[in-house]
């Protein structure tokens, strides 16, 4: 039983990262528009997230050290405090769309206004923060997020041409009538959102939550081979059932009603049931990722104690980082902004604040003083710096391309 | 550490996180004060902690700010920078252990007032998470 959950965390971080409110959203949008010619931007996500958060899990589990406690160490305190005001903004950005993507998510079957439920969503947080012991918050979230495998069930009911399907994926191309800076734009936007950088400040939190040492590294592969891959393929059913449904259609998704549509039509009122509890499940996942990294990025950076593995007391400025986040977060959703529209600009953000994030880890994780006969090997290596190439361009690219497309319109 | 290792101060010890014998974490090394010995040749005294250190080495306006901020704060008993005396260091590895526990060395002003005052009075803040 133990081995079950011993991926859990992968799979919670991986749910947080690849079917949050913002991948829900940019894969139904992107599928309902681009059909699967833009896979190969969520299947390159995957690739990259996979090699980092690889090393970064072993990091931990070598040295016992979260990511931004070395991100300072290695880039100097002027550097890195420009790191972490860049990530956490992303990140508090996020935090603030998966607490309306919650509310949103229960609108879907109370039918009473998201606006309401947003602070009791706060406080549910919060206190699931405050109380629940990390191993557990992880068990459940987790494997409850895992409910969304009925978009892969719907993918099925609608028995596509799987050749065709394929072919789409393995062949990338632009559909003639779409503009190529929108195509860009949007496959940026997938990226991002495959690789956001909390999931690695989240990840390799986890580890110390979880006191891993070296002997953990397998532990921390399992996790990372099960949980990211796992994720990324949900992703790709999202977009390949909004191409199937809405595509032909031509349904534009804006809505989270709009993502839910596919599965009503091919597995009908039990697939809505499920998929609804999925999104719940999910976006609650993520919320408690991203509040959580909220508080370690910030505490790992100044060397307070952090973590879910001391009482409160002895970790009182994490809590507080942690308590102020979720009221900010509360705040933001609360001054009736769209949260889909704050989760698309959150995306494009994290593609911009990548490389400060991944550049430091892939540092550290060459460095035998800390790693020893841990360091990266050849494969990796030459696998990261390349990646890191695409990262670069990506996040150069993000922004004028949001401004050049008006956000993809 | 009295055998006179020699050090990277950047690359060993500047910026690393400082932990207990039980390794729960103190604060990082901010900043660190040097002597001259008697030929001259500097060593390393103490570990010195919290905004008031870090702020010189932000530089900048927002590093003045910070160091102003804190200094500020601090009460009369509080007026010296926290420092950690550098014989009190057991071991220097990816973190640097010392061999008093954060209780007894009182570093962070910060993290005792918000215990006190904000953390303490939540109920649930005594138990570990269940």
């Known amino acids: 039983m133990k081995k079950i959950f011993a991926a ?75 790191n ?13 769309a998966e607490i309306g993507g919650i509310a949103l998510s229960i609108e879907l079957v109370t039918s009473v206004n998201y606006l309401l439920w947003v602070p009791l969503v706060g406080l549910a947080v919060w206190l699931i923060i405050w109380r629940v012991k990390f191993s557990l918050l992880e068990d459940v979230f987790g494997l409850l997020g895992l409910t969304l495998i009925v ?40 990226f991002g959102a495959a690789m956001t950088p909390y999931e690695v400040f989240f990840f390799s939190s986890g580890g110390v939550e979880e006191r891993w040492t070296k002997k953990d590294i397998s532990t921390s592969r399992v996790n990372v081979f099960i949980g990211f891959p796992l994720g990324g393929l949900l992703s790709l059913c999202i977009a390949a059932v909004a191409a199937l449904v809405l595509l032909p259609r031509n349904i534009q998704v804006d809505t989270l009603g709009g993502v839910s549509l596919p599965v009503a039509v091919a597995a009908g009122k039990i697939g809505l049931a499920v998929v609804i509890l999925g999104f719940v499940a999910a976006t609650f996942g993520a919320a408690l990722e991203t509040g959580l990294s909220c508080g370690y990025a910030v505490s790992q950076y100044f060397g307070w104690q952090w973590g879910k593995f001391v009482k409160p007391r002895n970790a009182a400025r994490f809590h507080v980082v942690v308590l102020l986040s979720v009221v900010v977060a509360v705040g933001g959703v609360l001054t009736t902004i769209d949260p889909i529209t704050i989760t698309e600009y959150s995306v494009v953000f994290s593609a911009v604040a990548l490389p400060l994030t991944y550049f430091p880890i892939l540092v550290i994780s060459n460095d035998p003083d800390y790693m020893g006969d841990k360091v990266n090997g050849r494969i990796s290596n030459t696998l990261a710096t390349l990646f890191l190439g695409v990262i670069l361009v990506a996040a150069t690219a993000a922004i004028p391309l949001m401004l050049l497309t008006k956000a993809g319109q | 550490m009295s055998d006179g290792r020699e050090l990277d101060l950047q690359l060993h010890l500047l910026d690393r996180q400082v932990q207990d014998p039980d390794r729960r974490m103190i604060c990082k090394v901010d900043d660190l004060e040097l002597e001259l010995d008697a030929s001259g040749r500097p060593y390393v005294t103490a570990i010195l902690a919290g905004p008031r250190a870090l702020g010189p080495r932000l530089g900048g306006r927002l590093g003045r700010w910070m160091a102003a901020i804190a200094g500020r704060l601090a009460t009369p008993e509080e007026s010296e920078i926290p420092r950690i005396d550098f014989a009190q260091v057991t071991e220097i590895g990816s973190a640097i252990t010392i061999a008093r526990t954060s209780d007894e060395l009182n570093v962070a002003p910060l993290e005792g007032w918000l215990d006190r005052h904000v953390i303490a009075r939540i109920p649930g803040s005594l138990h570990e998470s269940e």
Not at chain 1, 41 to 57: D, F, N, P, R, W
Not at chain 1, 84 to 96: C, K
Request: glycine content about 14%.
């Open chain 1, 84 to 96: 972490l005001i860049a990530s956490f903004l992303v990140t508090i950005l996020t935090f603030t």
């Open chain 1, 151 to 190: 978009y892969a069930v719907a993918l099925w009911q609608l028995n596509p041409g799987w050749g065709d399907l394929l072919h789409q994926i393995a062949v990338p191309h632009k559909p003639h009538e779409e503009g190529l800076l929108p195509y860009f734009y949007y496959a940026i936007a997938l």
């Open chain 1, 8 to 82: 859990t965390l992968g799979i919670l971080t991986a749910i947080g990262g690849f079917v949050d409110i913002g991948d829900l959203v940019t894969n139904a949008l992107v599928g309902s528009r681009y059909g699967l010619s833009l896979a190969w931007a969520t299947l390159g996500g995957i690739v990259g997230i996979c090699l980092y958060a690889e090393m970064s899990g072993r990091v931990a589990a070598v040295t016992g050290r979260g990511t931004f406690d070395l991100v300072r160490e290695r880039l100097g305190p002027r550097f890195g405090l420009a």
